[in-house]
């Protein structure tokens, strides 16, 4: 089972931030929270990820909660090209057998409208 | 550039008939895996090897077989497809660290018939 919890679907208006929750409340402290995208069928697109402090790259921003049960992704100015599967996903640490799996759920679908 | 790329796209065989799909990394990456993703039921992973000669079952490897004999291949085999494989692949890859994203390529789409 997926260990994160995300709302199926979100719209948002071009031009605006788009921000995406999730829920992670049985972390442990040695899982990282990943976020992923997916646009139509293809790969997966790996956006951002952390630990414990808040993250910022060219994609997007990460808050990640004090207590890490729940962080949420930020598209500072989402376009029609970000709409797309969003996947939070909660990786354990990476030490062989399925520890090494990322854990699917099935994702927020963002649909940015112009 | 970095990337992960699978052969072929797409692919249409009958039950029974072995097929191979390939997937190549060019970014020296000890890590690689391959999912199936269906409708309803996500990403699932099939195999995954740590390095070289070492490869482990994922979640659901009935029915498929791997191999990694180099760093940069990891092959996807069905000996004798059914139509219960018909699905969308992906092989995916990474430096294997916690801290290290998994990369994508462009995904498989196979049909048993």
């Known amino acids: 089972d997926a260990k994160t919890t995300q709302p199926p679907s979100m719209d948002c208006a071009e031009g605006r931030a788009a921000n995406l929750p999730c829920n992670h409340s049985?972390?442990?402290?040695?899982?990282?929270v990943y976020w992923y995208r997916q646009i139509h069928s293809q790969g997966p697109q790996y956006i951002i990820h952390?630990?414990?402090n808040n993250e910022t790259n060219e994609m997007a921003s990460l808050i990640i909660t004090e207590d890490r049960k729940s962080s949420t992704l930020i598209l500072p100015h989402a376009t029609l090209r970000d709409t797309a599967v969003y996947y939070c996903?909660?990786?354990?640490?990476f030490g062989g057998g399925s520890q090494g799996n990322l854990i699917f759920g099935k994702g927020t679908k963002l649909s940015v409208k112009p | 550039e970095a990337q992960v790329t699978q052969n072929p796209r797409y692919l249409i065989t009958v039950t029974g008939k072995k097929l191979t799909v390939t997937c190549s990394q060019n970014?020296?990456?000890?890590?690689m895996s391959w999912y199936r993703q269906d409708p309803g039921l996500g990403l699932r992973q099939i195999y995954y090897?740590?390095?070289?000669?070492?490869?482990d079952k994922g979640d659901v490897p009935e029915g498929y077989k791997v191999s990694r004999k180099e760093k940069r291949n990891f092959p996807l085999i069905l000996e004798s497809p059914s139509p219960n494989q018909t699905s969308l692949y992906f092989c995916?890859?990474?430096?294997?660290?916690?801290?290290?994203?998994?990369?994508f390529g462009n995904g498989t789409r196979l049909t048993v018939t």
């Open positions: 995916a890859s990474s430096r294997g660290q916690a801290r290290s994203p998994l990369h």
């Open positions: 049985t972390i442990s402290g040695n899982e990282y």
């Open positions: 952390g630990l414990k």
């Open positions: 996903i909660v990786r354990v640490f």
């Open positions: 970014m020296n990456h000890e890590y």
């Open positions: 090897s740590m390095n070289v000669e070492v490869t």
